[in-house]
T-cell receptor
Framework: QQQVKQSPQSLIVQKGGISIINCAYE??????FPWYQQFPGKGPALLIA?????SEKKEGRVTISFNKSAKQFSLHIMDSQPGDSATYFC?????????FGAGTRLTVKP | KAGVTQTPRYLIKTRGQQVTLSCSPI?????VSWYQQTPGQGLQFLFE???????NKGNFPGRFSGRQFSNSRSEMNVSTLELGDSALYLC????????????FGEGSRLTVL
């Protein structure tokens, strides 16, 4: 069962543009919402995370927006760079349990 | 500080065989979780161990099992392999799950022929 729905499946953005990836979850017991970045041949690495008591969190060029009532959250990468090209996974977590979205393959064209 | 180490990195098996994958977590991390990654399905949660106890299990058949040792190293086993078991199997460790941050290994890529 897909407890976390992620879209789009793939995304192509020009260098300098904004990359936006959306996720929706079902289980209101989740209390931690991380985004992971995965490069080919590597395991996922934590990019940024948010808890439901915060509506937005920004770290450098990356922002998470969180809408608790809609059970949705999104990742925004500003001024996207070719080095950002990777697969991004959203996730929803509670103690002992983390569920991932299906992933978004981001390609940033120079 | 060494990261999460998974062995073997690549392996090829035939249908009906079994396979054991190993994971050494970051030193001091007591929680180890396992995920199956396939194209289109993303990362599917298999199970999580803490202090040698399985605390949670995903929606996989009983052919998938795991265990954790007293030194926090973990193994997962898949018996009676099927073609659909071909995937990248990722292990992740964390201190105690409370922070939610997982540290992933590079995975073991299993091909079932």
């Amino acid at each position: 069962q897909q407890q976390v729905k992620q879209s789009p499946q793939s995304l192509i953005v020009q260098k300098g543009g904004i990359s936006i990836i959306n996720c929706a979850y079902e289980n209101t017991a989740f209390d931690y919402f991380p985004w992971y970045q995965q490069f080919p041949g590597k395991g996922p690495a934590l990019l940024i995370a948010i808890r439901p008591d915060v509506s937005e969190k920004k770290e450098g060029r990356v922002t998470i927006s969180f809408n608790k009532s809609a059970k949705q959250f999104s990742l925004h990468i500003m001024d996207s760079q070719p080095g950002d090209s990777a697969t991004y996974f959203c996730a929803a977590s509670r103690v002992n349990d983390m569920r991932f979205g299906a992933g978004t393959r981001l390609t940033v064209k120079p | 500080k060494a990261g999460v180490t998974q062995t073997p990195r690549y392996l090829i098996k035939t249908r009906g065989q079994q396979v054991t994958l190993s994971c050494s977590p970051i030193s001091g991390h007591r929680s180890v979780s396992w995920y199956q990654q396939t194209p289109g399905q993303g990362l599917q949660f298999l199970f999580e161990y803490f202090s040698e106890t399985q605390r949670n299990k995903g929606n996989f058949p009983g052919r998938f099992s795991g265990r954790q040792f007293s030194n926090s190293r973990s193994e997962m086993n898949v018996s009676t392999l099927e073609l659909g078991d071909s995937a990248l199997y990722l292990c992740a460790s964390s201190l105690a799950w409370t922070t939610g941050e997982l540290f992933f290994g590079e995975g073991s890529r299993l091909t079932v022929l």
